[in-house]
């Protein structure tokens, strides 16, 4: 079956950067749209970036700048370069196969002030 594991999360101080990873398996990975997508606390999913089998990506205007979305077919595997991070950037990231409703367990980013 469909497998999205994400990793790299973790507590980073405001202004600081991480780079989170989802692993895919079971899946078409390379004719796959691929997303990544947030919850904070109290609030609803949120899309944070997206691409296309192609490697054209979309983001949020939240994060237009400072976020980087990218993916490496060979290791099926989809990349978020999350720089320059915000307080309120704090949730779980997610990562999904766009339109399959697959979603991956999660993982924390906790930024501090």
């Known amino acids: 079956q469909v497998q999205l594991v994400e990793s790299g999360g973790g507590l980073v101080q405001s202004g600081g950067s991480l780079r989170l990873s989802c692993a895919a398996s079971?899946?078409?990975?390379?004719?796959?749209?691929m997303g990544w997508y947030r919850q904070a606390p109290g609030k609803q999913r949120e899309s944070v970036a997206t691409?296309?089998?192609?490697?054209?990506?979309n983001y949020a205007d939240f994060v237009k700048g400072r976020f980087t979305i990218s993916r490496d077919n060979a290791k099926n595997t989809v990349y978020l370069q999350m720089d320059s991070l915000k307080p309120e950037g704090t949730a779980i990231y997610y990562c999904?196969?766009?339109?399959?409703?697959?979603w991956g367990q999660g993982t924390q980013v906790t930024v501090s002030s």
């Open positions: 691409i296309s089998t192609g490697g054209s990506a």
């Open positions: 079971g899946m078409p990975f390379s004719v796959a749209f």
């Open positions: 999904s196969w766009l339109g399959s409703h697959c």
